[in-house]
């Protein structure tokens, strides 16, 4: 069964004239990236239809799909964010109801605004030493379903986080589907989860209703591919079909699903080879920088997904952000994020060993350097995060007439937007939360420590060395009558 | 000021390494897809970020907007399916009213569907001849506003239309503004439009508040890029931001930003070739199929944009379908889509000389064998096109529970799911609306004409050579309690 890239190569060396989009006409003089253009068609005879698929993009799914081992499989070409979009239209009716945890990804709480759903969370827990969200069990699942005011229409649990936490989602399935609950598992980060020893279980072995792989993040696929799986009887799945086709292009790029073909191809013959190189990769960066006193790798037992390398700088001597500087203009080393006192790295099969080695090597004599200075340990404050009080639904806030309100002044009002702290990207506040005198202050804080606050708008120009004006940073909150 | 793509060939030729998404680390052993490889990333330093661009998103953002002139412009890797969204999504509030044509794309009713609008419909008219829709002038617009019971938040006009009918935008837009409602223009097949001697001015020119783009279609990009432009006050271009935001991968493929920054910049430079080509192109077509008495390619008199080749076959010898099958297998031209009496091509300024006399050629020929056969011209019926009785919302309608009923059993039942006519794409009926005897008539002509009508089920095989039997065939209609 040829893959669709053999396909748009038979086309483009067979003598099939273009008198159809895309414009360029495969014409290879009118672009550098030639070999894109290639491969660049629109629906044409023999060719199918992504949004009403029977042909080679049918078989192309039904491959992806035999080694995830869902009921069904579809490509995405609008990223994870338009399955998460689809998953959670699908999964919840018009006003219905969501449990979730806070840290989702943006494209969660955009899908519960265009559906007003009611969110109920998950009881925010944080890993305090590196400041990041903690994973969940069946156990935390079941108090929360217990606790709150209306019987979720779903659950949705992001596995394994961006730093590499997994949920059980085994136990947390079982939860759910005992009370009759749509299970939606965000795994964008775990496309690689199930390829091999040392790689945690995939959530559609695990029993997920709906899984989102985002293709790009650990597989050698285009950036903006994803796949959808689907598995149960709890999901209408002509339903999730619409969202599908609602929330994508309807002019598909075939770059981007023989991208996704190539990748599901290369890992059905070689994930054993991708896994062993991956988990190879990883235990030699532990054992390599084991002899650092002050740079740490969290190992598996931590931090489950072997892709992810968190490398915590256990000093006030050095933020996580100046870590990833160093990494990046003294060692050409770019990492994917810095975190308060953390820069993660991203590892994958297709990495080099000469890479691997180049990040080896960095770490231990950054550490080398720190061990000279004189630095004491990072307190490991637990973080608290706790969940402002809802007035509003989500889409009545966001949707409402808004206002600026200077900080000291916002107390007690309703937010008219997100307020996000980056990293790790947890929203402060959603729409139609109340702003609290503790968030205000933690909001203050984390502003005179310099860190990325979004949401936050400048006044006046007023930075001074630390000292933060707050009646000088605005917030858009509900306009009050 | 050097271009995305130059950015992205330095970084790949430098020696940073990447520790950072996507999977594939750029390693070029892991594709055949190697050009795109080579320049796929992610949100690393330096390169921006499409969702909160300032850098160099935000420059080839302002070299586009150069180009058309509009107020802003925002790249689009959703296609204009997701500039359709948001512009309805930003210019009409949830439960809103929009004034549209009916034969608007599918992404418009989409849109429609998820901010629950009321859709009051333009009076809709048919060319007859080629039995494809007819474009809008001031006064239609100005009559539908009068004629609606509450005013529209904003009118939604496609133009030019698949087949290259212009309506006239700068009267349009002068009736909107005097009543202080948005107007949209998905011109989706234009975005050549303003380029040159003989192209239709573009409808940002002509004054529309929000201008959707297309740039794949007769543009160098590659497929699913577009552009939306938004201009003057009554649109809240926050508002549009974050429609974009939602309806986007947060994840944006590089390839395709770089894609459109080329081809704005290949714009910049040749436009004027560019456009001269094409007019070439289509006045040869034009001059020598002159002589042809069966085949005819309407002018630009008819069909006001040069990129639609309408190919109408005036015989009952030979459907639409049946010219484009021969132009297919016998002249290995692939046209883009076949009506019930023509082929459609689409030609632009990167279409060879070589390309353009096969089909010209492949023509005369065609004619010259149907002369030799006896046939009758088509009759050229005016098509009429009733738009139904609304009875319930396309947002409460669709999100109904649903039962599938047999043809002959679904008079005056409400429409659960869409039943479009393809070509040309018209929905016959909209989820809520009313299905009428007429209707029922019209389904089972098609049915019998074999065209494709998407929205009937076969209850059961009983194809009969034409006949069809209509307590066979299934829709979807809203549950009756």
């Known amino acids: 069964m040829p893959d669709i890239y053999q396909e748009l190569i038979k ?86 109801n969501i449990l979730a945890a806070r840290g989702s ?63 059980d989602i085994e136990g947390i399935a079982k939860v759910c589907h005992d009370e009759g609950i749509i299970l939606i598992v965000d795994e964008a980060h775990g496309s690689h989860f199930g390829f091999g020893d040392g790689l945690p279980e995939s959530a559609v072995k695990c029993g997920a209703d709906i899984v989102i792989h985002s293709l790009h993040k650990t597989l050698p696929a285009m950036t903006q591919t994803a796949l959808i799986h689907v598995q149960g009887d709890l999901v209408d799945k002509a339903l999730l079909k619409r969202f599908l086709r609602i929330y994508q292009s309807s002019s598909p790029s075939y770059v981007l699903m023989s991208s996704i073909d190539l990748c599901m191809k290369e890992m059905q013959d070689k994930r054993k080879e991708f896994s062993e190189r991956l988990t190879g990769y990883r235990k030699k960066i532990l054992d390599e920088t084991r002899g650092c006193s002050i740079l740490k790798v969290p190992d598996l037992s931590e931090l489950e997904d072997p892709a992810k390398v968190l490398i915590y700088a256990d000093t006030d001597q050095m933020t996580g952000q100046q870590l990833y500087d160093i990494l990046r203009e003294d060692y050409l080393l770019q990492l994917e994020m810095a975190g308060e006192h953390y820069a993660l790295a991203i590892i994958t099969g297709w990495d080099t060993e000469e890479g691997i080695d180049r990040l080896i090597k960095a770490v231990c004599e950054i550490d080398e350097c720190l061990q000279k200075k004189p630095g004491a340990k990072v307190d490991a404050i637990e973080k608290r995060y706790s969940i402002p009080k809802r007035e509003m639904s989500l889409q009545k806030a966001w949707d409402s007439e808004h ?16 307020i996000n702290l980056y990293p790790p990207g947890i929203p402060l506040v959603v729409p139609g939360e109340i702003i609290g005198g503790d968030l205000i202050k933690d909001i203050e804080r984390y502003l005179a420590e310099n860190l990325n606050v979004q949401g936050i708008f400048e006044v006046e120009n007023s930075e001074n060395k630390g000292i933060i004006d707050i009646s000088k940073r605005g917030i858009i909150c509900v306009k009050q009558k």
């Open 11 to 96: 086309l483009a060396e067979g003598d099939m004239y273009p008198f159809h989009m895309p414009g360029h006409k495969r014409n290879l003089q009118s672009t550098p990236l030639k070999g894109a253009f290639r491969c660049d068609i629109t629906e044409i005879d023999g060719f199918d239809n992504l949004h009403d698929e029977k042909g080679i993009i049918l078989e192309a799914e039904k491959r992806a799909n035999r080694l995830y081992g869902a009921d069904e499989t579809f490509f995405l070409v609008n990223g994870s964010t338009s399955g998460v979009l689809s998953a959670v239209s699908a999964a919840a009716p018009e006003g219905g």
């Open 105 to 167: 990804h943006k494209s969660f709480y955009h899908a519960a605004y265009l559906r007003n759903l009611e969110i109920e969370y998950l009881e925010p827990r944080m890993i305090g030493a590196y400041g990041i969200f903690d994973s969940y069990n069946a156990e935390d699942v079941k108090r929360a379903i217990g606790n709150v005011r209306v019987k979720p229409d779903a659950v949705f649990i992001t596995s394994p986080t961006y730093e590499g936490k997994c949920s």
């Open 403 to 418: 206002e600026t309100v200077s900080l000291n002044m916002a107390e007690g009002r309703i937010s008219g937007d997100f």
